[in-house]
């Protein structure tokens, strides 16, 4: 089932209902329970859960010998309250087979245990392919939602994990097409002399790319017209030199993951259309390349805006506010319930909260609040900055109407939010996900390269807000 874009074929559930066939059981344990649970083995048992040094710490993992077969042990922090990655580490070190928790719902494991499955075998195969480790629940009703989810967190790592040559704007454009296609939705493309009148800083901004990476875009509408209209923005920067004013090259290194952004967006207008939700869904992906070239645009520019704001560049560096603006603004125009925005926007948001906190702004309380909430229910939790009315000033220009970027080192992840702020419409409920969409070091479910952070806490609480779930 989660195999790497390239070969997609050899999919298949890692969760399936649990109608009594032949499994090999998981036992879930901690340290406090520990000792009344190793009563129940016998003296071989326990000897050999004590070669393999178990003694209940979280990930821990053991297989045990039973007559002519064995079971699987797991060290968890509570056996009550399951996280979705506790049993991640079992899926990821077990022999193929099928698998049941030996007492108990997996509950929320059920993420983790697919995730840890991911490959990104797109250019390279594994060295020692092993086979699905599949596992039975009972709570068969939240089978379906559970993979759903799965796949949109998995299409998110082979998005950003896809080098630039393979995932430019044209690459982008297809994977809104086969989702359009998958959910009888519609989708506009707008480039060339079209985007540079409608959308100038989308097209300045992109520029300078080849052409087989030109600057466009996306726009895919679903949903009945009557039905509240919600709006997801995803920032598609498909790679980032920096433009004139060019990162190092490590700075640059891992520029491929700039399109994060629009990896977010376009898995969670995914699930949307998949669940049925009640909206009137507008998926906006501002598409483009950073690049250099003679036809850069420079520091020192003022740029038109769709919204009519004239825009000083103070650094082509911060590139990705430019490209949001105008889709934020196209966005407004739809008179939206709710605007939900992902990018990977500043270093500033990573140096405040690490790779693991997404950087959360929201003109509404109420709305951060849900966000928060649900993120924690399902171990995606948020982290929220303010968007400050004191700051707004440094983003004055002598000669526009505002600049880019300002000129201190504070507050970067803020700034950056109140410069989106003006794109999006007045009184409308917007909320900004500043996300790192990279993790540097694995973990149980998690491997190191392109992951989604914020996407689970969005789909829940859109979720509860449009579908009463």
Request: proline share 6%; aromatic share 6%; glycine share 12%.
């Amino acid at each position: 089932f989660i195999r790497g874009t390239s070969d997609m074929a050899d999919k298949q559930p890692l969760i399936q209902p649990d109608r009594g066939q032949d499994a090999i059981s998981i036992h879930l344990v901690n340290r406090d329970g520990l000792g009344d649970w190793l009563k129940q083995l016998s003296t071989s048992q326990r000897a050999a859960l004590e070669a393999q040094k178990f003694d209940g710490g979280g990930y821990q993992t053991a297989i045990v010998p039973d007559g002519d077969s064995w079971f699987a042990v797991g060290g968890v922090a509570d056996p009550e309250n399951l996280s979705s990655w506790c049993m991640a580490k079992l899926a990821e070190s077990l022999p193929a087979g099928t698998y049941r928790r030996a007492k108990g719902a997996p509950g929320p494991a059920v993420h983790g245990w697919q995730t840890a499955q991911y490959v990104f075998d797109r250019y390279k195969r594994p060295e020692r392919p092993v086979g699905p480790r599949v596992l039975l629940t009972q709570d068969v009703g939240a089978i379906d939602g559970a993979i759903a989810e799965a796949q949109a967190v998995c299409l998110v790592r082979d998005l950003v994990n896809t080098p630039a040559e393979d995932m430019g704007p044209a690459a982008l454009e297809e994977q809104c097409e086969t989702l359009a296609k998958q959910h009888s939705a519609t989708l506009k493309v707008t480039m060339g002399d079209t985007l540079e009148q409608e959308y100038p800083m989308i097209h300045a901004v992109g520029r300078a790319a080849a052409r087989h990476h030109a600057p466009r875009l996306l726009h895919l509408t679903w949903g009945k017209e009557g039905d509240p209209v919600l709006a997801i923005v995803g920032k598609g920067v498909c790679f980032d030199s920096g433009g004139l004013d060019v990162k190092s090259s490590t700075g640059m290194l891992l520029m491929k993951k700039d399109m994060g952004g629009a990896a977010h967006a376009i898995a969670l207008a995914g699930l949307v259309m998949g669940s049925g939700l009640p909206v009137r869904l507008h998926l906006l992906v501002p598409a483009v390349e950073n690049a250099i070239s003679s036809n850069s645009f420079r520091p020192g520019d003022v740029l038109r805006s769709r919204k009519g704001l004239s825009v000083e560049i103070g650094n082509t560096d911060a590139e990705g506010r430019l490209v949001l603006g105008d889709a934020l603004q196209r966005a407004s125009e739809e008179g939206p319930a709710l605007i939900l925005d992902f990018a990977t926007l500043t270093g500033a948001a990573r140096v405040a909260l690490g790779p693991d906190y997404p950087a959360l702004m929201a003109r509404e309380d109420a709305t951060a609040a849900a966000l928060i909430d649900a993120g924690r229910a399902h171990d995606d939790e948020p982290w929220r900055l303010p968007l400050p009315d004191a700051y707004r000033e440094w983003l004055n220009s002598d000669i526009a109407d505002t600049n880019n970027a300002h000129g201190n080192a504070f507050a970067g992840a803020s700034v950056a939010g109140l410069f989106l702020d003006k794109f999006v419409g007045d009184g409308i409920d917007w909320a900004h996900f500043d996300t790192f969409a990279w993790r540097p070091q694995a973990k149980p479910g998690r491997p190191k390269g392109g992951d989604a952070y914020g996407l689970r806490a969005a789909w829940h609480m859109l979720q509860a807000r449009f579908g009463g779930g």
